[in-house]
């Protein structure tokens, strides 16, 4: 079963920084752009930031262009998303899902993971 699950989230400060982590389990990652999506109550899912499947293109949401980071590691088969100067705003369910690219829609990813909650608020 081709799964992807995601770990780091949590309750952080404003400012602060967390890093979400999309690990793959039963297919290597080699192979997929990663996509990193978050939803929050009451609100549709948005994209956040994507990586292609070598590493060498990356976008991200401009809502949070320059304050997040998106690398993998495909040795650890693992994709981060590393978000620093967290606003209240961030506050949303994280997920990864994979694509044969970054260019298309939500639609076009699949394998989504269960989700990693993340909760900005002093």
């Known amino acids: 079963q081709l799964q992807l699950v995601e770990s780091g989230g949590g309750l952080v400060q404003p400012g602060g920084s967390l890093r979400l982590s999309c690990a793959a389990s039963?297919?290597?990652?080699?192979?997929?752009?990663i996509g990193w999506f978050r939803q929050a109550p009451g609100k549709e899912r948005e994209g956040v930031s994507c990586i292609s499947s070598s590493g060498g293109s990356t976008n991200y949401a401009d809502s949070v262009k320059g304050r997040f980071t998106i690398s993998r590691d495909n040795a650890k088969n693992t994709v981060y998303l590393q978000m620093n100067s967290l606003k209240p705003e961030d506050t949303a369910v994280y997920y990864c899902?994979?694509?044969?690219?970054?260019?298309?829609?939500?639609?076009?990813?699949?394998?989504w993971g269960q989700g990693t909650q993340v909760t900005v608020s002093s």
């Open positions: 899902a994979a694509a044969l690219d970054c260019s298309g829609p939500a639609a076009d990813f699949g394998s």
């Open positions: 039963g297919f290597t990652l080699d192979y997929y752009a």
